[in-house]
């Protein structure tokens, strides 16, 4: 099976940064299956929609993001790890949520932003920015 992992969440103040890693693999995920698939992190808060924060295209050509993290966050990958990063800064309170990390392996040529385009998903781990 596919096993997509976070780490590196937890509680941080409001200016802080914070950096999580998203670990795949399984026997159908390979290391040629993770190059060529688009990497994303999205994000749900308590009480609400899940929502779309970033992605990185299958070649790492591009990314894409949500408005509301331009400027602050930004998402890398590393193929030969099968690892993606997603680096926060400047938290701000209203960052707080659950964050996943994902992967469509559809070589998109952009990378895809809704949810329902993404194969496989983490677990989530907990960020929490206070005031």
């Known amino acids: 099976q596919v096993q997509l992992v976070e780490s590196g969440g937890g509680s941080v103040q409001a200016g802080g940064s914070l950096r999580l890693s998203c670990a795949a693999s399984g026997r159908t995920f390979s290391t040629y299956t993770f190059g060529n698939s688009a990497m994303g992190w999205f994000r749900q808060a308590p009480g609400k929609e899940r929502e779309f924060v970033i992605a990185?295209?299958?070649?790492?050509?591009?990314?894409r993001y949500a408005d509301s993290v331009k400027g602050r966050f930004t998402i890398s990958r590393d193929d030969a790890r099968n690892t993606v990063n997603l680096l926060m800064k400047s938290l701000k309170p209203e960052d707080t949520a659950v964050y996943y990390c994902?992967?469509?392996?559809?070589?998109?040529?952009?990378?895809?932003?809704?949810?329902?385009?993404?194969?496989?998903w983490g677990q989530g781990t907990q960020v929490t920015v206070s005031s």
């Open positions: 994902a992967a469509a392996v559809r070589r998109s040529p952009i990378a895809p932003m809704s949810a329902g385009d993404y194969d496989y």
């Open positions: 990185i295209k299958y070649n790492g050509g591009s990314t």
